[in-house]
């Protein structure tokens, strides 16, 4: 019997992470998205490739999919999922709730007697799942039903999806490396069929070490490079200062990731050793503009750096770095991206103290505040 995933996000990640790994699963992989041109490509071309670069790296050929503009065909997008043993997504938090009413109605429309579907986020965030069902319960008519007919995990995601060459049509250049980790006890014993995943009994400990050291370190080099003037994040890494504010960022990040759930130090430090030799595979041509996009969210009270920083703080230990590197993201101006202009704005408009609330949600009880306000004075003195 034939298998079918839906995946939101024909993008980048989605054609050349989740869809990659659904398809090397045996599944029929349905793209959904809203960009009519990628859409129509995806439709017109019977397969793609996923090229890892560097030499360990492999080619995979994608056949089997096909698209759907979830803008102008949701019946359509519907039927997909009433019918899918899977739906994924990969397009970003704040696009969840966009998706969440037609997984909805999918899910509705879904035979009772079929087995449940597994439904899960895979977004560079903290339990997106968890979001995603947020959203989809404000949009529910009869939640009861949607979750009788319907199993939702968080998960993990790890991979390098650069920017790529545009003239690379729908291939896609990654890193060789990749981590997808989910959590099964919301399966019990009947997980999906999904090789390229892990299930694992806890998602916390995957989830904090890869958001607190991969996406805090890339973002870092990315803050840090940018505001030395660096182009690429290899470029940056080779910069002697910027690879040393990472380290010390990711030694921070560590102890609380030790302290919080028990990880041995000794792998912690060949984990970063690991990270930090991905981020400056100079075959991975990642753009410090691209790696820094949407510094609010970044900025914001759970995600990469206030999210350990606060932790730390609340225990009495050093977060030196991690407010050195908060002082960094302060600096990135890039006019083409709608985030930054509004950081330079709420930069420009604010006293310090309530730039550090309205932008990492903390109040000024907090023991991190004093040292937040400080940096924003600092980055505010040299507009």
């Given at each position: 019997?034939?298998?079918?995933?839906?995946?939101?996000?024909?993008?980048?990640?989605?054609?050349?992470?989740?869809?990659?790994?659904?398809?090397?699963?045996?599944?029929?992989?349905?793209?959904?998205?809203?960009?009519?041109?990628?859409?129509?490509?995806?439709?017109?071309?019977?397969?793609?490739?996923?090229?890892?670069?560097?030499?360990?790296?492999?080619?995979?050929?994608?056949?089997?999919?096909?698209?759907?503009?979830?803008?102008?065909?949701?019946?359509?997008?519907?039927?997909?999922?009433?019918?899918?043993?899977?739906?994924?997504?990969?397009?970003?938090?704040?696009?969840?709730?966009?998706?969440?009413?037609?997984?909805?109605?999918?899910?509705?429309?879904?035979?009772?007697?079929?087995?449940?579907?597994?439904?899960?986020?895979?977004?560079?965030?903290?339990?997106?799942?968890?979001?995603?069902?947020?959203?989809?319960?404000?949009?529910?008519?009869?939640?009861?039903?949607?979750?009788?007919?319907?199993?939702?995990?968080?998960?993990?995601?790890?991979?390098?999806?650069?920017?790529?060459?545009?003239?690379?049509?729908?291939?896609?250049?990654?890193?060789?490396?990749?981590?997808?980790?989910?959590?099964?006890?919301?399966?019990?014993?009947?997980?999906?069929?999904?090789?390229?995943?892990?299930?694992?009994?806890?998602?916390?400990?995957?989830?904090?070490?890869?958001?607190?050291?991969?996406?805090?370190?890339?973002?870092?080099?990315?803050?840090?490079?940018?505001?030395?003037?660096?182009?690429?994040?290899?470029?940056?890494?080779?910069?002697?200062?910027?690879?040393?504010?990472?380290?010390?960022?990711?030694?921070?990040?560590?102890?609380?990731l030790s302290r919080r759930h028990g990880l041995d130090p000794d792998d912690l430090a060949r984990y970063r050793e690991k990270i930090l030799n991905r981020f400056a595979?100079?075959?991975?041509?990642?753009?410090?503009?691209?790696?820094?996009?949407?510094?609010?969210?970044?900025?914001?009270?759970?995600?990469?750096?206030?999210?350990?920083?606060?932790?730390?703080?609340?225990?009495?230990?050093?977060?030196?770095?991690?407010?050195?590197?908060?002082?960094?993201?302060?600096?990135?101006?890039?006019?083409?991206?709608?985030?930054?202009?509004?950081?330079?704005?709420?930069?420009?408009?604010?006293?310090?103290?309530?730039?550090?609330?309205?932008?990492?949600?903390?109040?000024?009880?907090?023991?991190?505040?004093?040292?937040?306000?400080?940096?924003?004075?600092?980055?505010?003195?040299?507009?």
């Amino acid at each position: 019997m034939s298998k079918k995933a839906v995946h939101f996000g024909a993008g980048n990640i989605g054609r050349g992470f989740i869809g990659l790994l659904e398809h090397e699963a045996g599944y029929e992989v349905v793209f959904a998205d809203v960009s009519a041109a990628l859409i129509d490509a995806l439709n017109a071309q019977p397969s793609y490739r996923v090229h890892e670069v560097g030499e360990s790296g492999h080619d995979h050929t994608v056949t089997g999919y096909r698209g759907i503009n979830s803008a102008e065909h949701e019946d359509d997008l519907v039927h997909e999922i009433a019918t899918a043993d899977v739906v994924t997504t990969a397009v970003g938090p704040t696009i969840l709730r966009f998706v969440a009413p037609v997984i909805n109605r999918g899910i509705e429309s879904r035979d009772p007697s079929a087995a449940p579907l597994a439904v899960m986020a895979c977004e560079n965030a903290i339990n997106a799942t968890d979001v995603l069902v947020g959203e989809m319960k404000k949009a529910a008519g009869d939640w009861e039903t949607i979750a009788s007919r319907a199993v939702f995990a968080n998960t993990a995601v790890d991979r390098i999806v650069p920017a790529q060459d545009p003239n690379a049509g729908l291939d896609v250049a990654v890193e060789p490396f990749f981590e997808w980790a989910v959590e099964q006890p919301p399966f019990g014993d009947e997980v999906p069929d999904l090789p390229g995943a892990t299930f694992v009994p806890s998602l916390a400990p995957y989830i904090e070490r890869k958001l607190f050291t991969v996406n805090t370190g890339h973002a870092t080099a990315a803050y840090a490079g940018f505001a030395a003037g660096h182009h690429s994040i290899a470029e940056s890494l080779a910069d002697p200062a910027v690879a040393d504010l990472v380290k010390r960022v990711q030694a921070e990040t560590s102890t609380l990731l030790s302290r919080r759930h028990g990880l041995d130090p000794d792998d912690l430090a060949r984990y970063r050793e690991k990270i930090l030799n991905r981020f400056a595979e100079p075959a991975l041509p990642d753009t410090v503009e691209r790696v820094g996009r949407q510094p609010l969210r970044k900025l914001s009270g759970p995600e990469r750096f206030i999210g350990p920083a606060a932790a730390l703080a609340e225990a009495g230990l050093p977060v030196d770095a991690l407010v050195e590197a908060v002082g960094k993201a302060l600096q990135f101006d890039v006019p083409e991206d709608p985030q930054s202009v509004e950081l330079q704005k709420l930069l420009a408009d604010l006293e310090p103290g309530e730039f550090v609330t309205q932008v990492t949600g903390l109040g000024s009880d907090h023991p991190l505040f004093g040292a937040l306000t400080a940096v924003v004075a600092d980055r505010q003195a040299n507009l």
